[in-house]
């Protein structure tokens, strides 16, 4: 018998475009608020809203495979 050919699995692109892969391997994403409304909200909640975060390993487990 031949060898049994494994499925691959699709890049998820909606994911792929929100997550960043860093040099070293950790995957950093943006959190949410920041794209509509702005005009009412603090700048201390836009400053915060514009930074990035790093994702969790258990997150990092299930995304590694997907992106």
Do not use: W
């Amino acid at each position: 018998m031949g060898k049994v050919k494994k499925n691959k699995i699709k890049t998820h692109k909606g994911t792929r475009k929100i997550l960043n892969i860093r040099q070293s391997g950790s995957i950093t994403v943006g959190k949410a608020g920041n794209n509509h409304q702005t005009g009412k909200k603090s700048p201390a909640q836009s400053r915060r809203a514009g930074s990035k975060s790093e994702l969790s390993h258990s997150d990092y487990k299930r995304f590694k495979d997907v992106i």
